[in-house]
C-alpha cells in the first residue's frame, strides 16, 4: 500500500472536512459538534462528539476516540491506513491551505481541568500519570495529570489505575481502581468507600451545560482524552445503576440545569 504522510494530511485538512466526507449528520453545540454515529447505530444524536478546535473526535458507545484519520477509520471500519488512502484520494492534492487558526491537530494541548479541591482524603502522593500502563488505556499523561490520576506502584490499588473520586463540593473522597491489564479483574476497586453513593466527575459539571452520562470513569478520561469538555462527561461508579443513583443524577441535572443526560 502506499505511503500516506498521516501529518501532511492532517495539515491541510480538518476534522470537520472528514466528517463531511463521510457525511456525518452534525450539530454544533457551543466548542463541539455532536451526531449519531452511523457505525456503531446507537446512542442518539449525542453519540459522536467531535471537537474542531482540537481536531478530535470520541464515539461514546465505541468508546474510541481521536484524530480524523481514526474517525474515517471508525466510521468506515477500516484501517488507519485505509483511512488515510481515503483522505488522500478524496481531497487528493488540491485542498486549499487552511489558516493555521482551524487546522486539524493542535499538538500538546492539554485539557484545563478545573481544580475544586477541599480538605477531605490526603491525595496520593506517588501516583504516575505517565507510565506507560496508562497510555496503553488510550490516556495521556497530560489528561491523568489533569485529573490527578496515575498508575499505584504500591498501596491498596497497587497495579491499577488510581483515579481519584471527589465529592460534589470538591472534596476527595477515595480513589477508584482501574484495571490495566486483562489478568485483573475489571471491576472497579474501591477502598472504604461506597461506590453508590457519589457520581464521578459531578464536581466538575458546568451550569447549562451538556451531559454525557458513562458507565465508568475510564471512559469519562477517555471522552475527555478525545476532546470532550471535562465539564460535560459524569459517570456511575457501580456495574448495576439503583434508584438511588438516577435520583442522584436528577437531582444533578435540576441543580446545573444541564441538557437531558445522555447514558452511555
Ligand atoms: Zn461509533
Not at 38 to 67: H, M, Q, S, W
Request: charged share 15%; glycine share 10%; aromatic share 6%.
Amino acid at each position: 500500500m502506499p505511503y500516506v504522510d498521516y501529518v501532511e494530511l492532517k495539515s491541510r485538512i480538518t476534522i470537520l472536512q472528514a466528517a463531511q466526507m463521510l457525511a456525518l449528520t452534525l450539530k454544533a453545540h457551543g466548542a463541539q459538534h455532536r451526531g449519531p454515529c452511523p457505525i456503531c447505530n446507537t446512542g442518539g444524536d449525542r453519540a459522536l462528539v467531535i471537537t474542531p478546535e482540537r481536531g478530535l473526535f470520541y464515539c461514546f458507545p465505541a468508546k474510541t476516540g481521536g484524530d480524523l484519520i481514526k474517525l474515517v477509520a471508525h466510521v468506515k471500519s477500516c484501517s488507519q491506513n485505509e483511512a488515510a488512502q481515503l483522505v488522500q484520494s478524496q481531497f487528493g492534492g488540491t485542498v486549499p491551505t487552511i489558516p493555521a487558526r482551524t487546522r486539524g491537530s493542535i499538538p500538546n494541548h492539554s485539557p484545563t481541568v478545573p481544580q475544586n479541591q477541599k480538605a477531605g482524603l490526603n491525595p496520593l502522593p506517588y501516583l504516575e500519570p505517565e507510565h506507560p500502563a496508562i497510555q496503553a488505556l488510550g490516556i495521556s499523561p497530560a489528561t491523568a495529570a489533569a485529573f490527578e490520576s496515575g498508575y499505584a506502584g504500591k498501596g491498596v490499588l497497587r497495579g491499577r489505575y488510581a483515579v481519584p473520586v471527589h465529592g460534589k463540593d470538591g472534596t476527595l473522597l477515595a480513589y477508584v481502581g482501574v484495571a490495566v491489564s486483562k489478568e485483573q479483574s475489571p471491576t472497579l476497586l474501591f477502598h472504604n468507600f461506597d461506590p453508590g453513593s457519589t457520581i464521578f466527575n459531578a464536581n466538575r459539571l458546568a451550569e447549562g451545560g451538556d451531559l454525557f452520562v458513562c458507565r465508568d470513569p475510564l471512559q469519562v478520561l477517555l471522552a475527555v482524552e478525545n476532546g470532550v469538555a471535562p465539564e460535560s462527561v459524569v459517570a456511575f461508579l457501580t456495574d448495576g445503576i439503583a434508584a438511588q443513583q438516577l435520583e442522584m443524577l436528577a437531582a444533578l441535572m435540576d441543580e446545573k440545569k444541564t441538557e437531558p443526560a445522555q447514558l452511555f
